[in-house]
């Protein structure tokens, strides 16, 4: 059982930055994709940005691109979100996930192809 802990969101004003951080605990194999998902109020979950299990594969949402950074330190099972020039309709719920025993590449496009969710972390931009 893979269980996934976010942390880092919060209030922030238009133009700033957060960076999100999902702690993988429960298992001892390092194979696995990661993908982050929001959920705006109102709104369908969709896909923000994914990272192979190796961490040499990336995709991201067209509207997070030169933007939002997806990255994993393997030594601390921790994946990260940068997101930089943040704008009100980021606002949202923000989940990482899983998809165990996928050796190359993401998938951002299908949700339901990942194993295990996290609760999430709300971010919020204001001004």
């Known amino acids: 059982q893979l269980q996934l802990v976010e942390s880092g969101g919060g209030l922030v004003q238009p133009g700033g930055s957060l960076r999100l951080s999902c702690v993988a605990s429960g298992s001892t194999w390092n194979t696995y994709a990661i993908g982050w998902f929001r959920r705006a109020p109102g709104k369908e979950r969709e896909g923000v940005a994914c990272?192979?299990?190796?961490?040499?594969?990336?995709n991201y949402a067209d509207f997070g691109k030169g933007r939002f950074t997806i990255s994993r330190d393997s030594a601390k099972n921790t994946m990260y979100l940068q997101m930089n020039s943040l704008k009100p309709e980021d606002t949202a719920i923000y989940y990482c996930?899983?998809?165990?025993?996928?050796?190359?590449?993401?998938?951002?496009?299908?949700?339901?192809?990942?194993?295990?969710w996290g609760q999430g972390t709300q971010v919020t931009v204001f001004s």
């Open positions: 990272i192979s299990a190796s961490g040499d594969s990336t």
């Open positions: 996930a899983a998809q165990i025993g996928l050796f190359r590449g993401c998938v951002l496009s299908s949700e339901f192809e990942y194993d295990y």
